[in-house]
């Protein structure tokens, strides 16, 4: 009768140390794949901060080019002759003004509008 209870002790306390070491393999596993993924992460991050910055310059010149041009389009469009179509030389020097303003915006895709 006794050494039922110390097989079956021995059992159980050879289970539970199965399943400590087990667990204890698992979280080391888990805490080795999160820092992989926290590397990756710091990484794809550096390498996109400089491409951020170089959006956010052009979108910053952008929007004031914007605002300059938006001003002076109202002007025409509140014109009473806007039907007409001949255009004065302002309008052709806000044209090339827009067309300048477009191609000087850096750090876009879009290739250069052409002027005439």
Same mark, same amino acid.
């Given at each position: 009768?006794?050494?039922?209870?110390?097989?079956?002790?021995?059992? &159980?306390? +050879?289970?539970?140390?199965? +399943?400590?070491?087990?667990?204890?393999?698992w979280n080391a596993h888990a805490d080795h &794949?999160? %820092?992989?993924? $926290?590397?990756?992460?710091?990484? %794809?991050?550096?390498? @996109?901060?400089? &491409? *951020?910055?170089?959006? %956010?310059? /052009?979108? /910053? *010149? %952008?929007?004031? @080019?914007y605002r300059t041009i938006t001003r002076d389009?109202?002007?025409?469009?509140?014109?009473p002759d806007r039907t007409v179509c001949q255009?004065?030389?302002? $309008?052709?020097?806000?044209?090339?003004? $827009? @067309?300048? /303003? /477009?191609?000087?915006?850096?750090?876009?895709?879009?290739?250069?509008?052409?002027?005439?």
């Open positions: 009768m006794k050494w039922r209870y110390v097989l079956l002790t021995l059992v &159980v306390s +050879l289970s539970a140390t199965t +399943l400590i070491a087990w667990r204890s393999g &794949v999160n %820092a992989l993924a $926290a590397d990756k992460k710091d990484k %794809a991050n550096k390498a @996109i901060q400089p &491409v *951020e910055k170089k959006a %956010a310059v /052009a979108n /910053a *010149e %952008a929007r004031v @080019i389009v109202v002007k025409y469009v509140q014109s255009f004065d030389d302002n $309008a052709v020097q806000l044209r090339q003004r $827009a @067309i300048d /303003a /477009a191609n000087a915006i850096s750090g876009f895709d879009a290739g250069s509008v052409q002027g005439k």
